[in-house]
């Protein structure tokens, strides 16, 4: 069965770090752009971030900037996402997807992890 699985969510206090994971199985990832996005109650989705097929390019918007980092490792088949200096309004659950490219559509999808930024 293939699937993608996303770990590592929680609640955090503001300014804090949280790592995400997407774990990959039947499939491998490295021949996938992957994307992480997310999703408050009454708001739409949104990109987070993009990282390319082969030569590791990363995409943020400029909300997550300077905070965000996305990574691959090929060997574990695993996509990361790196929080740091979280705030309320990160508050959302996060989604990891596979692509053709980051600018396309994202076909497959995990089923999330939530993170909740609060004192």
């Known amino acids: 069965q293939e699937q993608l699985v996303e770990s590592g969510g929680g609640l955090v206090q503001p300014g804090g770090s949280l790592r995400l994971s997407c774990a990959a199985s039947g499939f491998v990832l490295d021949v996938y752009a992957m994307g992480w996005f997310r999703q408050a109650p009454g708001k739409e989705r949104e990109v987070v971030s993009c990282i390319s097929i082969r030569d590791g390019s990363t995409y943020y918007p400029d909300s997550m900037k300077g905070r965000f980092t996305i990574s691959r490792d090929n060997a574990k088949n695993t996509v990361y996402l790196q929080m740091n200096s979280l705030k309320p309004g990160d508050t959302a659950i996060y989604h990891c997807?596979?692509?053709?490219?980051?600018?396309?559509?994202?076909?497959?999808w995990g089923q999330g992890t939530q993170v909740t930024v609060s004192s």
């Open positions: 997807a596979t692509s053709q490219n980051c600018g396309g559509a994202f076909e497959f």
